[in-house]
């Protein structure tokens, strides 16, 4: 009877165990036979030492509240336990793997980013719940950033549920955006080797085990093109397999400020010149009227004609709707123009700037069905749009958008839709958009321009004015020659906030005293001797370096 109660036990002991190591045996059989080469590779050598296995602690399983810990993705984990359990449970198997190895030993491994838990019931009937999380692992993209950016020892890589948040101070904005565009690359190479994994091990649409070749690769990009899809038209709706994103939270450590120093100069030189004499109306004398000049022209002598003697100047000036003159057009014009624009400006690095002195002026503008008319405005004078981003060794990258623009004249123009002539304005205007890259303190000349226009003119006579030294009576030339010299200068400096205590413009200015201004004729008074503040400048960083501003380098113009 007491062998008989002894077989009965092992028997029941026996059925026990099969039911928790039988589905144990098949999963682990599974993975040992799967044909993805790199899941058994960190199978086989992910186990960790016995320093690294976590233990449950003895009070966890008496607190009714979950304990937590976390798992690295693609990465396992073996939990020992303080008490033998007879019965596991994982709530979300495609999340983490559970494999109980021996009563007091769990092997977790860690397959997608994400959140499950593990129940755990114990011979004395306590049950414990486990929170899991599967984080990515950032331990290369650490490793990675140290080795290309050395010198940058407060940054901080974090993964939080299906983010990663770089955290910490940088020297600049360019390493900046170097650490973020690196840690985007990171995780979608991590979420890609995810889903080809995945798409490995589990079976598809139809039941068949998909294998881990150019259908699964193909099938885990499809997917995560459709989560950065749905990630862009709904942001934050859940975290699917491709809404991994990176957050960003870095900090410049000094903001470095720097001032655009733009010259704009330009020269134009016109020379006109003007000599003949003008038949205002004569080609438009018809009949008797026309008689009448031919014949007073052909009848006359030369010094005659000189005189205007056989000239009929009723016919040539009066006539009844079709007026005519006769004028002598001599002119001679001689114009300079100069122009120099100076415009200064101050950026934080990696922030736009702009600037404009000038005005606007409303053009009316034809626009939808019908002709509708509508004003715009349009701005003109003196402007300014720069980005500056400070690089390494004192080298600053501009991307710079200079203009000078003018107002010259107007144009009648017939508007159909206010059934009006209307004046247009029109402007000169001196534009350039580029990129450069220079020193602080080092000047470029980013445009130039070089025009000599010619431009002669010569009216005749119809036959008369084809006559040998008489024909110059009947001809009238023009001369006309433009010169424009242009070119745009621009120099970055770096640049430290000002003292407190400087001038400004408006302290100059005193406003005289009634005597002083109805007596004397004064519009301001003269400056007052005691204030001897400096003028307002910017403290101006010196170059760093043996490559300094001083050294021939850089771009330059020849």
Known sequence: MKRLFINNFLIATIKSYSRILLPVGLASLMILQSPAHAQTTILAKSIPSLAEQKMLPEHYLSQTGAAKMNVTLGKSTLLKLPNAIKRISVGSPSVADVMLINPQEVYILGKIVGMTNITLWTRDGKTTVIDVTVLMDVTALKHQLQAIMPDEKDIQITAAGDSLIVSGMVSNTLKADRIIALADAFVRTSVLNMMMNLQSNQPDADGQAGGGGGQGGMQAMQMLRQGSQNEANSPGAGSGLGNFKVINLLGVRDHQQVMLEVKVAEVNRTEAEKLGFDFQGAMRKTGSAWTQVMAGLIGGSPASLLLGKNLPTSTLLGGASEGGSFLIDAEKTDNVIKVLAEPNIVAISGQEASFLVGGEIMIPVTSGVGGAVRLQSKQFGVGLIFLPTVLEEGRINLRVNPEVSELVSFQQVASTGLGAIVAVPTFKTRRISTTVQLRDGQSLAIGGLLQDNFKEQIKRFP??????????????????????????????????????DHAIPTD??????????????????????????????????????????????????K
């Open 508 to 557: 100059a200015f005193i406003r005289p005293g009634r005597g002083e201004l109805l007596i004397q004729g004064r519009l301001e008074r003269e400056t007052d001797p005691s204030d001897n503040r400096d003028a307002p400048q910017y403290m101006i960083e010196q170059p760093k370096g043996p490559s300094g501003a001083a050294e021939p380098s850089g771009f330059q113009m």
């Open 463 to 500: 036959m008369l004015g084809e006559v040998p030294v008489l024909g110059a009576l009947f001809s009238s030339s023009n001369y006309l020659m433009d010169k424009t010299e242009l070119m745009i200068i621009v120099t970055p400096r770096l640049v430290q906030p000002l003292q407190p």
